[in-house]
Nanobody, 115 residues
Framework: QVQLVESGGGLVQTGGSLRLSCVAS????????MGWYRRPPGNQRELVAT???????NYATSVKGRAAISRDNAGNTVYLQMNALKPDETAVYYC?????????WGQGTLVTVSS
């Protein structure tokens, strides 16, 4: 099992930046990739970015050029730097860890972008 704990959410103004962190514990050696997803109010969860063990990254089109996902050398912490935030990016942001047993999710952290 893998446990994930996110932090770094909060209130930010339009055009502002934030950095989210997610610490993984448990069977972290089983993790193949990690990622960030978000669920805006009244909408489905959507991809923000992922990063594989080899460092390959993938971003949603809507955040390309404004987001950066990274992992620490130990591989148990993943970060998401988001810049130039927009009000419609208000959402609960979730950390995900992909393992052979399936996808593990954190509890989420709320990001509110004020207009």
């Amino acid at each position: 099992q893998v446990q994930l704990v996110e932090s770094g959410g909060g209130l930010v103004q339009t055009g502002g930046s934030l950095r989210l962190s997610c610490v993984a514990s448990g069977n972290i050696r089983s993790i193949n990739a990690m990622g960030w997803y978000r669920r805006p109010p009244g909408n489905q969860r959507e991809l923000v970015a992922t990063i594989a063990n080899g460092g390959f990254t993938n971003y949603a089109t809507s955040v390309k050029g404004r987001a950066a996902i990274s992992r620490d050398n130990a591989g148990n912490t993943v970060y998401l730097q988001m810049n130039a935030l927009k009000p419609d990016e208000t959402a609960v942001y979730y950390c995900a860890a992909f393992t052979p047993d399936g996808t593990h999710w954190g509890q989420g952290t709320l990001v509110t972008v004020s207009s």
